[in-house]
Nanobody
């Protein structure tokens, strides 16, 4: 299984921006669709954005127009640019393959906290 390390989270005021990064250890990163998932306290983990190996993207309605997913296959790294953050974006953010097949271990995640 491939290991991932997420980073870039933090505390930000509503309306602010953060850029998340996910570094993967395996070369299969470049051939897989990858996504950012998030889990708020007491809620289920949900997919918020995904990027295929060919560059197609998907966004959940809740983040469309505010978040941008990108990837650098030469660095085995996935990014999530988050703008116009809202308190409801507060969650632990994780990266993994899409669909979730278990090829990538869940990382520790990176915590995003948006204050109102």
């Amino acid at each position: 299984q491939v290991q991932v390390v997420e980073s870039g989270g933090g505390l930000v005021q509503a309306g602010g921006s953060l850029r998340l990064s996910c570094a993967a250890s395996g070369s299969i990163f470049s051939s897989n669709s990858m996504g950012w998932y998030r889990q708020a306290p007491g809620e289920e983990r949900e997919l918020v954005a995904a990027a295929s190996s060919g560059g197609d993207t998907y966004y959940a309605d809740s983040v469309k127009g505010r978040f941008t997913i990108s990837r650098d296959n030469t660095k085995n790294t996935l990014y999530l640019q988050m703008n116009s953050l809202k308190p409801e974006d507060t969650a632990m953010y994780y990266c993994a393959e899409v669909p979730r097949l278990g090829m990538f271990d869940w990382g520790k995640g990176t915590l995003v906290t948006v204050s109102s």
